[in-house]
C-alpha cells in the first residue's frame, strides 16, 4: 500500500518569499492534515481537512499560510511572505475514520534565511 | 480543548534494560484512542502502540506495552530489552473520534547507552 507522499523533501528559501507544499495521501483517506514541528518540539496542528472541507483551522496563521485540498484528494500548504520563524519541518497525514489511527509522510523541511 | 503533556524532555536507558516514558492527557471526551509514535532523524513517524480508550487490558506489542490509568487520564509506555534501534523521539497522542482530531505531546528524546 503505498504511503503519505510528500514533496519536496527539503527547501531552502529566504524571508519574505514564498514557498508552497504538496502531499498526496492514501487512496481513500478522508481526513488529511498539516502539522508544523519546529525542531525540539511536538507536531502543531495547522489544519484538518475532511474531504474538501476545513474542519479546524484554528492555528493556521491566515495572514500568511494558505491551505487547500481540491477534490478532496491531494492538498497543497502555502506560507506567503515565509518569515524566520517558520522554520520547521511539515508533516502531512492522512486517516480514515473506520481505522482510527494517523499515517504520515517523511515531512519537508523547511529553512527560511 | 485536549491537551497532552510530556513531562520528561529526555531519558536514557542502558542497552537491553527496561525504559518507561510518561504522558498524561486531559479531554473531556468519551470516545478518544492513545498512541504512542516514534520519531527517528528520519523524520517519519512511525507507529509504536495503540490504545482503545473502551477498552481496560493494556495494549502489548512486542517489547512495548502500555500503562494506561483511565482514572487518572496517564497513558505510559514501557520499552523492555531495550535496542540501540529504539533510541528516538517519542511522542504521545490522542485521536478524538468525534472530529478524527489528533493531538501531541511535546515529545521525549529516548537515548539507548550501549
Known amino acids: 500500500e503505498a504511503g503519505v507522499a510528500q514533496s519536496p523533501r527539503y527547501k531552502i528559501i529566504e524571508k519574505r518569499q514564498s514557498v508552497a507544499f504538496w502531499c498526496n495521501p492514501i487512496?481513500?483517506?478522508?481526513?488529511l492534515y498539516w502539522y508544523q514541528q519546529i525542531l525540539g518540539q511536538g507536531p502543531k496542528l495547522l489544519i484538518q481537512?475532511?474531504?474538501?472541507?476545513?474542519?479546524?483551522d484554528s492555528q493556521l496563521p491566515k495572514d500568511r499560510f494558505s491551505a487547500e485540498r481540491l477534490k478532496g484528494v491531494d492538498s497543497t500548504l502555502k506560507i506567503q511572505p515565509a518569515k524566520l520563524e517558520d522554520s520547521a519541518v511539515y508533516l502531512c497525514?492522512?486517516?480514515?475514520?473506520?481505522?482510527?489511527?494517523?499515517?504520515f509522510g517523511q515531512g519537508t523541511r523547511l529553512t527560511v534565511v | 480543548a485536549q491537551t497532552v503533556t510530556q513531562s520528561q524532555p529526555e531519558m536514557s536507558v542502558q542497552e537491553a534494560e527496561t525504559v518507561t516514558l510518561s504522558c498524561t492527557y486531559d479531554?473531556?471526551?468519551?470516545?478518544?484512542?492513545l498512541f504512542w509514535y516514534k520519531q527517528p532523524p528520519s523524520r517519519q513517524m512511525i507507529l509504536v502502540i495503540r490504545?482503545?480508550?473502551?477498552?481496560?487490558q493494556n495494549a502489548t506489542e512486542n517489547r512495548f506495552s502500555v500503562n494506561f490509568q483511565k482514572a487518572a487520564k496517564s497513558f505510559s509506555l514501557k520499552i523492555s530489552d531495550s535496542q540501540l534501534g529504539d533510541a528516538a523521539m517519542y511522542f504521545c497522542?490522542?485521536?478524538?473520534?468525534?472530529?478524527?482530531?489528533?493531538?501531541f505531546g511535546t515529545g521525549t528524546s529516548l537515548t539507548v547507552i550501549p
Open positions: 497525514a492522512s486517516s480514515l475514520r473506520e481505522e482510527n489511527r494517523a499515517f
Open positions: 487512496s481513500g483517506h478522508a481526513t
Open positions: 481537512f475532511q474531504n474538501n472541507g476545513v474542519v479546524d
Open positions: 479531554t473531556s471526551e468519551s470516545d478518544y484512542y
Open positions: 490504545q482503545e480508550a473502551y477498552k481496560q
Open positions: 497522542a490522542v485521536l478524538i473520534n468525534t472530529g478524527n482530531q489528533f493531538y
